[in-house]
Nanobody, 111 residues
Framework: QVQLVESGGGLVQPGESLRLSCIAS????????MGWYRQAPGKQRELVAA???????NYANSVKGRFTISRDNSKNTVYLQMNSLKPEDTAVYYC?????WGQGTQVTVSS
């Protein structure tokens, strides 16, 4: 099994930045794709960005050009740099690897 722990959420104003981190432990050798998902109140969970062990990246159209996903395989860590945040980015952000999910970290963008 893989355990995931996120950190880095918080309350920011529109236009500001946040960096999320997710550290994996356990059977990390089984991990190929790691990703970030988000779920806003009353909405379904959606993919934000994902990165494979070889560095192939996918982004949701809504975050392209503003968010950057990266990965440090030596530290079993995936990051999500979020710039130019908008109120509609407000959600609980979850780290994912295969069947494993983190506990989520709240990101709130509000003036």
């Amino acid at each position: 099994q893989v355990q995931l722990v996120e950190s880095g959420g918080g309350l920011v104003q529109p236009g500001e930045s946040l960096r999320l981190s997710c550290i994996a432990s356990g059977s990390t050798f089984t991990i190929n794709v790691m990703g970030w998902y988000r779920q806003a109140p009353g909405k379904q969970r959606e993919l934000v960005a994902a990165i494979s062990s070889r560095g192939t990246i996918n982004y949701a159209n809504s975050v392209k050009g503003r968010f950057t996903i990266s990965r440090d395989n030596s530290k079993n860590t995936v990051y999500l740099q979020m710039n130019s945040l908008k109120p509609e980015d407000t959600a609980v952000y979850y780290c994912n690897a295969g069947y494993s999910w983190g506990q989520g970290t709240q990101v709130t963008v509000s003036s």
